[in-house]
Each structure stands twice: as C-alpha cells, then as structure tokens.
C-alpha cells in the first residue's frame, strides 16, 4: 500500500495554491498592458484591443469560477466519502491491496487525510476506493 500522507504530496498542494492567480492579480496585468498598448500589442496598432481586454477578462472569470466550482464539487464529495466511511464502522469488508491481495475484516476506525476517510482494517489503514466487497452490518 503507497503511504497515505507524505510532506512532499503536501508541500507540491501548497506550492500549486500559491502559483493561482487572483482576480487581483489579473487585474493588475491587465492595467499594466492598457497603459502601455505598444509593448502589449507587439508593436502592432489594432483596433480591437479593447474587444481583447473584455475577452481576456471574460475568459479568466469564467475560469475562476469553474475552479470555484470544482473546489465545491470537492469539498461535497470529501463530505459524501466520510458519511460513508462512517457508516462501515463495525461492518465486514474486503479490501483490495494490490493485483494479486486483498484484505477481509471488520472496519475498525475510520480516519481522515486532507479531508479524505480512510478505514481501518485488521490494523492497517485503507483508502475508501479500495473496498471491493460491504457486508451486513452485524
């Protein structure tokens, strides 16, 4: 089993939500480029420089939006996940290991990394996605 939780995983998601651009940001470079249109345009005089600026922005806050989605999105399904560990608490499971193993046992704890549920089988901790089999809850 690959390791749950390691600080390089953590430092490369934090090194990724540092690098975002904000609306800020964006609106910075934007008044950058229209206050100097020659060095934004390449030299070349357009006349619809103005249509870019609106699309550039339209663009980028559609793109953030579809993030501000996707986060949420994330964030309910990490909810869903631990609703549903919780539920295999005292419950029968088979757990798939690798290709060739698999684990069967009674859910023991569950447990949370990065807002993710795993479990706790026979003393060994599991990611949800490897359940293969649920039984009845005794």
Known sequence: MTP??????????????????????????????MSNPTVSAGGESGGNAGTDY??????????????????GLSQSVRMTQQQQAFDLLGREVT??????????????????????????VNGEEYYMSGVQEIGEKK
């Open 54 to 71: 609106v699309g550039q922005f339209v663009q980028f806050t559609t793109l953030q939006q579809i993030k501000e989605i996707g986060d």
């Open 4 to 33: 749950l939780y390691s600080p390089a995983t953590a430092a490369a998601n934090q090194k990724e939500r540092s690098s975002d651009i904000s609306m800020d940001d964006f609106l910075k470079i934007l008044a950058a480029t």
């Open 95 to 120: 757990v798939k290991v690798d290709d060739e193993n698999n684990v069967t046992g009674k859910v023991e704890k569950v447990r949370f990394v990065d807002g993710y549920a795993t479990i706790v």
